[in-house]
């Protein structure tokens, strides 16, 4: 029996898609509902230039509905995965590096909250927990595909 083969592994990685589909389809929503609170929450971390704050902030709320509804499907899951792969990296990056210059702000994650450090690192570890399973998900895909390639061909 192949790895591919285990039904197990195969609702496992069916779980762990549907959960992060969740997850940035209704934070995307959550930050279109609020632009400019969410434009905001960008301009606190100080670190990109003024021009391309609301260029992000109306973006990529409709990036991230796309990455989740990309996760739904068996097709363009891998790619729906390496997306959220990036997108959890340059999360995490731009949280910690607000962590480490000592600010305390709301992320806009989520909608708009208090700012508070202990809530900062708890999207901090969401972020990694996102980017580790948004890995296991595209590496699995992978694997599978490779599988079903290779049975396919004669």
Same mark, same amino acid.
């Given at each position: 029996?192949?790895?591919? #083969?285990n %039904?197990?592994?195969?609702y496992?990685? $069916?779980? &762990?898609? @549907?959960?992060m589909? *969740?997850v !940035?389809?209704?934070a995307?929503? #959550?930050?279109?509902?609020d632009?400019l609170?969410?434009? #905001?929450?960008?301009?606190? =971390?100080?670190?990109? /230039?003024a021009? !391309?704050?609301?260029?992000?902030?109306? +973006?990529? %709320? %409709?990036f991230?509905?796309?990455?989740?509804?990309?996760?739904?499907? /068996?097709?363009?899951r891998?790619?729906?995965a390496?997306?959220? &792969?990036l997108?959890?990296?340059? !999360? =995490?990056t731009?949280?910690a590096?607000?962590?480490l210059? +000592? @600010?305390?702000l #709301?992320c +806009?994650? =989520?909608? *708009?909250g208090?700012p508070?450090r202990?809530?900062?690192w708890?999207?901090?570890?969401?972020?990694?927990? @996102?980017f580790?399973?948004?890995? =296991?998900?595209? $590496?699995?895909?992978l694997?599978d595909?490779?599988?079903?390639?290779?049975?396919?061909?004669?």
């Amino acid at each position: 029996m192949m790895a591919s #083969d285990n %039904p197990r592994l195969r609702y496992v990685l $069916l779980a &762990v898609s @549907l959960a992060m589909a *969740a997850v !940035f389809i209704y934070a995307g929503i #959550d930050k279109l509902r609020d632009p400019l609170q969410f434009a #905001d929450s960008i301009a606190a =971390f100080g670190i990109l /230039p003024a021009v !391309f704050i609301n260029l992000l902030a109306l +973006g990529l %709320p %409709p990036f991230e509905i796309a990455c989740g509804l990309l996760l739904l499907g /068996p097709r363009t899951r891998r790619v729906g995965a390496i997306a959220v &792969v990036l997108l959890s990296a340059v !999360f =995490f990056t731009a949280l910690a590096s607000a962590l480490l210059r +000592g @600010l305390t702000l #709301d992320c +806009g994650c =989520f909608g *708009a909250g208090a700012p508070s450090r202990p809530r900062m690192w708890i999207e901090l570890a969401l972020d990694a927990v @996102l980017f580790a399973s948004a890995l =296991f998900v595209y $590496l699995r895909s992978l694997a599978d595909r490779s599988v079903r390639v290779a049975v396919t061909e004669p």
